[in-house]
């Protein structure tokens, strides 16, 4: 069993080399939240859906884009679906309980977003907004700790080790992506639910961003990126509860730059997209859309909507059933628009280019972070470090959370120490 260090008064003193990481990827988030102007909302809605869904994954929680999409319409969908929607309506309401104004982060936020993420789920539905009541571990046995992974704190720890975390959430004292780094380890290794953890602990990454004013619109999708190392993650988190809050505040710092940099490449995209229909529409008829058209309506409302049944959409911009449905057949006929379901009744209809971006942003950002030699460094000097600890006792005690030199030999790109080959891709 571990006891986690409490971490209220945690003081992080960046190294320099750090700092400066901290410092680009806190610009690289401003400059994606100040752009984009009359696409923002359409942008902001694409990244929490980007967010939710890297998220299940980093959980084995996989869907198609498509099933994700008739899950976020209502439509009946697999239990994977639905369970990536709930995880984007629980950051929804994580995010919005800071008010974009400062206010603090209680745990009465943290146990509503768990209720709404696991309220649909059959096993879990009666422990929804629940802390937990009895020991749970990870890995090993169904049935007993032996062999697991970690052991997290006894169920009677649990409300006293959130309430610390949230003196270190809601301060304003602390470098932000420090914060979000070390209050995400610590969440995870309290892990105060019987499940949901890992998304409500990174749904708290955005909450903590926008509390803090890093960003006033958007999502920062950082689990893309650590999904993409996802093996790594998991090895950071182990760092973190042996003290070592450096390389998951460096992980942060990359997943922040490169998830940043992608979506704002998203939203430039999205942009595009209302001239690029219209010129495909000119390509195929000879003619533009005419103005103030069903047609013309339609792709008007495809950024902000992109799930829509042709009632929706009827309502949506005010045009009679049969003008809105001759429309969607004739988008859906230029490839605009795209069917979700097999049926011909009742369909439900989605911008095939805004879903496509969606999946297109994960594998670019997926990319970024598979050829950055940063993350390469940083994960030869975690594995060097687990390996030197491995032989450690167990029964310690906590270990302060600390910041140790071997930060900056992977922000700078010293060699690590230990027997690993910084060149070999360990995971």
Same mark, same amino acid.
């Given at each position: 069993?571990?006891? #986690?260090?409490? $971490? *209220? +008064?945690? @003081?992080?003193? =960046?190294?320099?080399?750090?700092?400066?990481?901290?410092?680009?990827?806190? !610009?690289? $988030?401003?400059?994606? %939240?100040?752009?984009? *102007?009359?696409? &923002?909302? @359409?942008?902001?809605?694409?990244?929490?859906?980007?967010?939710?869904? !890297?998220?299940?994954?980093?959980?084995?929680?996989?869907?198609?884009? /498509? +099933?994700?999409?008739?899950?976020?319409h209502g439509t009946r969908s697999n239990a994977s679906a639905i369970s990536m929607v709930a995880s984007t309506r629980a950051l929804t309401v994580l995010i919005d309980a800071t008010g974009g104004s400062g206010r603090s982060i209680a745990l009465g936020d943290i146990l509503e977003a768990h209720r709404i993420l696991m309220a649909d789920d059959p096993d879990e539905r009666p422990y929804a907004g629940a802390l937990r009541d009895d020991q749970n571990w990870i890995?090993?046995? %169904?049935?007993?700790?032996? *062999?697991? &992974?970690?052991?997290? #704190?006894?169920?009677?720890?649990? /409300? *006293?080790? =959130?309430?610390?975390? =949230?003196?270190?959430?809601?301060?304003? +004292?602390?470098?932000?992506?420090?914060?979000a780094a070390v209050v995400h380890a610590q969440f995870e290794s309290i892990h105060p639910f019987g499940d949901g953890n890992g998304r409500i602990g990174r749904a708290l990454v955005n909450a903590i961003l926008r509390r803090r004013g890093a960003t006033t619109s958007v999502v920062v999708p950082v689990a893309t990126a650590l999904v993409a190392k996802r093996e790594a993650y998991f090895d950071l988190l182990t760092a973190y509860r042996r003290g070592d809050a450096g390389p998951i505040i460096v992980a942060f710092a990359l997943a922040a730059t490169s998830a940043a940099r992608e979506s704002a490449t998203t939203g430039r995209r999205l942009a595009d997209l209302p001239a690029a229909w219209r010129e495909r529409h000119r390509a195929a008829t000879g003619r533009y859309p005419r103005a103030g058209s069903a047609t013309s309506r339609v792709l008007e409302r495809l950024l902000d909507d992109p799930f829509f049944s042709v009632e929706e959409m009827e309502r949506a911009i005010g045009s009679s059933g049969s003008s809105t449905s001759d429309a969607v057949r004739r988008l859906a006929g230029l490839g605009i628009l795209r069917g979700l379901t097999s049926r011909t009744r009742n369909q439900v209809w989605c911008a095939g280019d805004i879903i496509d971006e969606l999946e297109d942003l994960g594998v670019r950002v997926a990319s970024a972070t598979a050829a950055d030699p940063v993350w390469r460094r940083l994960q030869a000097e975690v594995v060097a470090g687990l390996l030197r600890h491995e032989g450690e006792e167990s029964g310690r005690g906590p270990r302060p959370t600390r910041l140790p030199e071997a930060v900056s030999r992977v922000v700078d790109g010293t060699p690590p120490e230990g027997r690993v080959d910084q060149n070999k891709n360990v995971f």
């Amino acid at each position: 069993m571990s006891l #986690p260090p409490r $971490i *209220g +008064d945690f @003081s992080a003193a =960046l190294p320099a080399s750090l700092a400066a990481r901290c410092d680009a990827a806190m !610009a690289a $988030i401003g400059r994606l %939240d100040a752009a984009h *102007g009359k696409h &923002l909302a @359409s942008l902001s809605a694409l990244l929490l859906r980007a967010e939710s869904v !890297a998220s299940s994954k980093i959980e084995r929680v996989e869907a198609s884009v /498509e +099933d994700f999409a008739r899950a976020a319409h209502g439509t009946r969908s697999n239990a994977s679906a639905i369970s990536m929607v709930a995880s984007t309506r629980a950051l929804t309401v994580l995010i919005d309980a800071t008010g974009g104004s400062g206010r603090s982060i209680a745990l009465g936020d943290i146990l509503e977003a768990h209720r709404i993420l696991m309220a649909d789920d059959p096993d879990e539905r009666p422990y929804a907004g629940a802390l937990r009541d009895d020991q749970n571990w990870i890995g090993g046995s %169904d049935h007993s700790p032996r *062999g697991a &992974l970690y052991v997290p #704190p006894p169920a009677e720890t649990v /409300e *006293g080790y =959130l309430a610390d975390l =949230l003196e270190l959430a809601n301060r304003d +004292d602390v470098p932000v992506l420090a914060q979000a780094a070390v209050v995400h380890a610590q969440f995870e290794s309290i892990h105060p639910f019987g499940d949901g953890n890992g998304r409500i602990g990174r749904a708290l990454v955005n909450a903590i961003l926008r509390r803090r004013g890093a960003t006033t619109s958007v999502v920062v999708p950082v689990a893309t990126a650590l999904v993409a190392k996802r093996e790594a993650y998991f090895d950071l988190l182990t760092a973190y509860r042996r003290g070592d809050a450096g390389p998951i505040i460096v992980a942060f710092a990359l997943a922040a730059t490169s998830a940043a940099r992608e979506s704002a490449t998203t939203g430039r995209r999205l942009a595009d997209l209302p001239a690029a229909w219209r010129e495909r529409h000119r390509a195929a008829t000879g003619r533009y859309p005419r103005a103030g058209s069903a047609t013309s309506r339609v792709l008007e409302r495809l950024l902000d909507d992109p799930f829509f049944s042709v009632e929706e959409m009827e309502r949506a911009i005010g045009s009679s059933g049969s003008s809105t449905s001759d429309a969607v057949r004739r988008l859906a006929g230029l490839g605009i628009l795209r069917g979700l379901t097999s049926r011909t009744r009742n369909q439900v209809w989605c911008a095939g280019d805004i879903i496509d971006e969606l999946e297109d942003l994960g594998v670019r950002v997926a990319s970024a972070t598979a050829a950055d030699p940063v993350w390469r460094r940083l994960q030869a000097e975690v594995v060097a470090g687990l390996l030197r600890h491995e032989g450690e006792e167990s029964g310690r005690g906590p270990r302060p959370t600390r910041l140790p030199e071997a930060v900056s030999r992977v922000v700078d790109g010293t060699p690590p120490e230990g027997r690993v080959d910084q060149n070999k891709n360990v995971f």
